[in-house]
Nanobody, 121 residues
Framework: VQLQASGGGLVQPGGSLRLSCAAS????????IGWFRQAPGKEREFVSY????????FYGDSMKGRVTISRDTAKRTVYLQMDSLKSEDTAVYYC???????????????WGQGTLVTVSS
């Protein structure tokens, strides 16, 4: 079971970044892919999830209105488009897989290694 998160980097405030989460075929058995983030010195928090079956999505309050989650089933990849980034969005972003729609990190069974996003001028 593998989830590979990528796409992080340094971006200026107000900029955009697209993260990717590539899933192994086994992980496709899980119905939901979620994104979480953990800022320095803070607890990990929910960002968004998407249901593999129909592409329906749910967004947490932390970045609502500034992020869009999507999937490409042929590439087994989920994307997180982040716009209007702020310094407080600086964090390690993780993707994770579960078999039911949930915002609770304890309900996610498989996790990627995380990708660092730094928003700074």
């Amino acid at each position: 079971v593998q989830l590979q998160a990528s796409g992080g980097g340094l971006v200026q405030p107000g900029g955009s970044l697209r993260l990717s989460c590539a899933a192994s075929s086994f992980t496709l058995d899980y119905a939901v892919i979620g994104w979480f983030r953990q800022a320095p010195g803070k607890e990990r928090e929910f960002v968004s999830y998407i249901r593999r079956s129909d592409g329906s999505a749910f967004y947490g309050d932390s970045m609502k209105g500034r992020v869009t989650i999507s999937r490409d089933t042929a590439k087994r990849t989920v994307y997180l488009q982040m716009d209007s980034l702020k310094s407080e969005d600086t964090a390690v972003y993780y993707c994770a897989a579960t078999n039911m729609p949930t915002i609770l990190e304890d309900d996610y069974h498989y996790w990627g290694q995380g990708t660092l996003v730094t928003v700074s001028s």
